[in-house]
């Protein structure tokens, strides 16, 4: 008798993305990294280096450009859109 059922992989939602091999975000994923440490792994204390670092990758196409409301950061695209206006 055979138990073992065919398993399908589902690729991720996002699709794959390059790793980052030059290391352009290096330093924007250590802050995020030490920051999530020194936060007990609490990930909303560290939103400004996260979207650093997201920011860094978009930058540099290691990832799609995506809105930062899509990313979870609708508030700091609110702020950054008003400041621009009363630039």
Avoid at 7 to 31: R, T
Avoid at 67 to 85: I, Y
């Amino acid at each position: 008798m055979n138990f073992q059922s065919k398993f399908q992989v589902a690729p991720p939602d996002k699709g794959s993305f390059p790793l980052d091999h030059e290391g352009e975000c290096k330093q924007f994923m250590l802050k995020y990294m030490i920051c999530l440490g020194r936060n007990d792994n609490d990930n909303a204390l560290c939103r400004v280096e996260a979207k650093d670092y997201l920011g860094c990758r978009m930058e540099h196409d290691l990832m799609a450009r995506e809105s930062w409301k899509k990313l979870g950061f609708a508030e700091q695209e609110d702020n950054s859109s008003n400041n621009k206006t009363n630039s």
